[in-house]
């Protein structure tokens, strides 16, 4: 389970270094992972085995519709298996880096199964509209939630 919002760096070379705590559940065995491109302008970064189910349904789905055919592209077209380096650092396409604008701060959110990789920019605007929302907008079933 990935959770949390950490502030990272990538090199000069558009490597991550993905933090310790995180390496052994995101590349169990040394199995690679997968980044792919978010239409709200991050990348997501999931376990292979936990990519593959996802990748598989999409895949599935009929590519007549306009709409699905543009979410197939984005989601599976930009899907790249990536391994670590010998010092916990993965290689960020930049392909990828520049759909989600990445420069050299980023943040690594956890979302349960995977990771969101957001631009500090990005990151922040997404602060901004959380703060923004009202009782009304909330989604179903955060009404009633008790922290």
Known sequence: ?????????????????????????????????????????????YPLSAWEPIRDRIAAMPGFDPRTSAFKRLLVGFAQEE????????????????WAQLEKQVWLVGQGAHFELWSDAGWQAQQEAMLALTGDALP??????AL
């Open 1 to 45: 389970m990935f959770q949390g919002a950490i502030a990272l760096s990538l090199d000069a070379k558009g490597r991550l270094a993905i933090p310790a705590r995180h390496r052994d559940a995101l590349v169990p065995d040394g199995a690679p992972l997968v980044i792919t491109a978010h239409p709200h302008k991050c990348l997501l970064v």
């Open 83 to 98: 391994g670590l380096d010998a010092a916990g650092r993965v290689l960020l396409a930049g392909s990828l880096r520049q």
């Open 140 to 145: 179903p079933g955060f009404e009633s939630l």
